[in-house]
Structures are given as structure tokens and as C-alpha cells.
């Protein structure tokens, strides 16, 4: 481990979800550099050092108590089920508040599932977008009415505050957390090590009706293959719809069903992503980057990823050049 390596620390309370307490140590765990060497140190601290009860028939034993977190880069906070002023109050119990006391000034503080009645609890989300699973939006949102929760997305990202929904939720925002930090390629490789889809945009549904289609039910599989190959081109809905010989109006209903968002929206998140690669790893023009995603024009490109990013394509190549 070098010096260099970004400290990750996860808060493991009474009644965690083993499932969401793993995702950190996993996906940080293996974002490596192409040489092998380790980006982040993840450390797990409990509210005192030793056992740790979880949701399952087991315990979990952590060697850190929460001193550890006077020395985090980013502070992990999954969901917990074992404290109960939060979520029946809403006040932080004095020991998880003197806990939040030691984060220092700055650090980066993430959430997965119900894990953020914790940040709200502590004041941290207010008057600032969030979410949380959907099952538990509506009493998330009579807790805590300061927060702009949106009980819809996979995702938050608000710059130094990250809140994501339920279970795998907590992949996609420790993928986009990676990606942010290290680029797109590192994020590419972790996926893969954890053998996971690399990007699900955090504006994606929580819940889709029908991601897995009923025997001998007609996908859009076939059409979002056949999208991705032809990216470069200017691709209709008209266009999709006709690959699997189905209506608009019937291919976009299926699609939302299945996808989570609408063709638009998605078409323009694979031309996002592929514009990433592109300007991590060629020597390509911004405008040559541009005509291979499918966006036309640089100035169209810039739109896009000052939207979905928040930086320009050269601030982006300049940032995470390989």
C-alpha cells in the first residue's frame, strides 16, 4: 500500500447489512492502477473496536473503533437496521453523533441504501439532493422534509456528500466514485474484477418493471446491441424500434420496462461513456471524438458532458489521460 493511496473508511454499526458492508472493501479494494498498484486503503471501524452485529445469522469482528475516522479521505456509512432513533425520530444517537464528531472538515462522506437517515440525522443533507432505498422514501422524507430527496435514482452525487439506494445501488455509486476519481478505465477494470456491468447511470430507476422478460416475451436487447455497434451514427427511435420489428410506442414502453430509462436518455449515457474512453485512451481530436460517439459536433459533446459531468472534454482529458 503507497502512501499515495486514498483512505476509504467504512462505519459498521449494530445491525448492518452484510451485503452493502462489503461493497466498499470489494470495488475500492480492487481499483488498481495498470500496473497492479492499490488506489485506495479501505479500513472498516465500528463505534467501538470487536463485534459488530449484522442483519444475517452472523457477526463481523472490526479491529477500528471510531478514531478511524479522523483519518478518512471518504467515510462510507451503510445501512443499519439496529438503531432505531434514527428512523423513528430522526436524532442521531450520542454515540454515532460523537462518532461524526472526528470526520474531519472536507472528507468526502457516502451513503448506501438507508444509510443516509444517518447523514440526515446529523444535518449533513440539508437543503441538499439525496435518496435512499425506495421502500423507504416516504418515511425518509416525513423524517427529514429539509433534504430534496429523490426516491427515483440509483444515485446522488452532490460533490462532497454521495448517497445511493438499496443493495447493488451501492456497486454503481462505488464504480462512479472510482470512475471520478481515477477515470474511466480503472472504473472499467474493478467492474470486471467483480464481474458487474461497469456503468449504470445514477439517474436510472430504482425499481424496473420488468428487467428480466417473461418466456418467449419480445426484448430490446437485439436493438440496444445493435445501437451500440452504430453509436457513430445518427440513431432514430424510429430506427430502434424497427430493428425489433416493434411500434414506438410499443418498443419505448418495453424499453423503459426493461432499461429504466427511456431510448433518448440512454443512447445519450452510452455516448457519454464511450466519449470517456476515447479521451482517456486515443490521441483522437475532440471533434474526431465527437463523430465517433454519435454527438455530431464538439460544441453538441461539450453540452452533453458538462451536463452528465460537469467538466469539458479537454478538462476531462486532461484530468484522466492514461
Known amino acids: 500500500m503507497t502512501a499515495q493511496a486514498h483512505r476509504v473508511v467504512v462505519l459498521a ?80 444517537p450520542p454515540d454515532l453523533a460523537a462518532a461524526f464528531d472526528l470526520i474531519r472538515s472536507g472528507t468526502r462522506i457516502v451513503s448506501i441504501c438507508t444509510g443516509a437517515f444517518a447523514l440526515a440525522a446529523a444535518g449533513l443533507l440539508d437543503g441538499r439532493p439525496a435518496t435512499t432505498h425506495w421502500r423507504s422514501a416516504a418515511r425518509f422524507a416525513e423524517l427529514f422534509p429539509q433534504v430534496k430527496l429523490d426516491p427515483d435514482v440509483l444515485f446522488v452525487d452532490d460533490g462532497d456528500i454521495l448517497t445511493s439506494a438499496g443493495v447493488a445501488a451501492g456497486i454503481d455509486l462505488c464504480l462512479h466514485i472510482v470512475r471520478r476519481d481515477f477515470g474511466t478505465a480503472v472504473a472499467n477494470r474493478a467492474a470486471r474484477r467483480c464481474v458487474v456491468p461497469p456503468w449504470r447511470d445514477g439517474g436510472q430507476a430504482q425499481y424496473v418493471d420488468q428487467p428480466v422478460p417473461e418466456p418467449a416475451a419480445p426484448t430490446t436487447a ?95 482529458r486532461r484530468t484522466f489521460r492514461s
Open 13 to 92: 454499526r449494530h445491525g448492518v447489512i452484510p451485503f452493502e458492508l462489503a461493497i466498499p472493501a470489494r470495488v475500492f479494494g480492487v481499483a488498481r492502477t495498470a500496473d497492479g498498484r492499490a488506489l485506495y486503503d479501505v479500513r472498516t471501524c465500528g463505534l467501538e473496536p470487536g463485534t459488530v452485529s449484522t442483519d444475517a445469522d452472523f457477526d463481523v469482528v472490526v479491529p477500528h473503533g471510531p478514531e478511524a475516522l479522523a483519518g478518512a479521505d471518504t467515510v462510507v456509512v451503510p445501512a443499519s437496521y439496529a438503531t432505531t432513533s434514527i428512523s423513528r425520530e430522526g436524532t442521531l
Open 222 to 316: 437485439d436493438a440496444r446491441s445493435w445501437a451500440l455497434a452504430h453509436l457513430d451514427q445518427p440513431l432514430t427511435l424510429q430506427d430502434l424500434a424497427r430493428r425489433q420489428a416493434m411500434s414506438v410506442r410499443t418498443f419505448t414502453r418495453r424499453f423503459r420496462q426493461e432499461v429504466g430509462v427511456s431510448p433518448g436518455q440512454w443512447l445519450i449515457q452510452q455516448r457519454v461513456d464511450r466519449a470517456r474512453h476515447l479521451l482517456e485512451d486515443s490521441d483522437l481530436t475532440v471533434d474526431e471524438v465527437a463523430r465517433r460517439c454519435g454527438f455530431g459536433t464538439a460544441a453538441s459533446m461539450r453540452q452533453h458532458l458538462r451536463a452528465s459531468l460537469g467538466v469539458s472534454p479537454s478538462g476531462y
